[in-house]
């Protein structure tokens, strides 16, 4: 059985643990509201892109497919498989890290039972060293996180100069999306060639055939837009400017996301460190009252016993 100075001595090395634990929440705390607030500033660039590109979409028509190879691809058969992993720097986050991961040691598989040629970019730490252990020959570049366009854009530069070389024919991103606080989901999704969300292809028809019919014009609804040099031309400067700024933005959200969990793994473990001080507090004042309850048995008994000489 303990002794009340383990007792003591374990209290005390949980309620430091528990100030530690109790700071790194108020910091992660901070640092999400400056997260949230950068990646919803970036949205509005994000969506607006994607509007201009589907304005090109609908005017090129059924040709949009062979207007830029960033759009269209160049190998149907899409053989060689990029996977971009977006990923945080540090650990104590709870399973931030370990849920994204577990996610793409799946998809690797199942390209490679499928024949897949895979090859593995990693942003942020955690992620490279995790799937080191498994997939170390697929393994590519490495980029250091940080939340600044410039990075994005150097990583948008390299992987469209590799594409443009037939280094890969499909790349994919993967990244923790930030829906709340207590909410981050392992998302891979498709960026080059990039795919105009039918949706809102969707959304922009019934805008214009809307605002055609407004204007009175009787017959097929046509764009409102003229695009000057040409619809081509205007594809081959956005989309890459496209693919960098869905890259910031994954960054950014992968960054609100890792704070957000670092933030609610540090809160559950304040609490448990509350939970285990109450009961090593329980414990401690068992065994003292233990212990009293023994001297005073003991010194009822050496009087009874001088009494009795």
Known sequence: MPSLKDYRTRIASVKNTRKITSAMKMVAA?????AQSRAEQAQ?????LNDMLARLVMAL?????????????HNKREQKILLLVVSADR???????????RDIRRQINLLLADGKDVTIVTVGRKARDLLKRDFPQYLGEHYALNNKFATADMIMRALVDTY???????AFIAFNHFKNTMTQIPTIRQLIPFRVPETLLQNLRRHDEAESARAGYRGEATSIYTFEPNATSLLDRLLP??????????????????QAARMTAMDNATRNAGDMINGLTLSYNRA?????????????????????V
């Open 164 to 170: 443009y070389n037939k280094g890969f024919d499909k």
């Open 44 to 48: 509005p660039y994000t969506a607006h």
């Open 288 to 308: 003292r009252q233990a212990y009293i309850t023994k001297e005073v048995s003991e010194i009822v008994a050496g009087a009874e016993a001088s009494a009795n």
């Open 91 to 101: 650990g104590l986050a709870g399973g931030f890290n370990s849920n994204l991961v």
């Open 61 to 73: 028509g059924n040709e949009y497919q062979n207007a830029a190879p960033l759009l269209g691809g």
């Open 241 to 258: 400017l496209q693919i960098a700024a869905d890259i910031y933005r994954v960054i950014l959200e992968s960054n609100a996301g890792e």
């Open 30 to 34: 901070s640092k999400l509201r400056q």
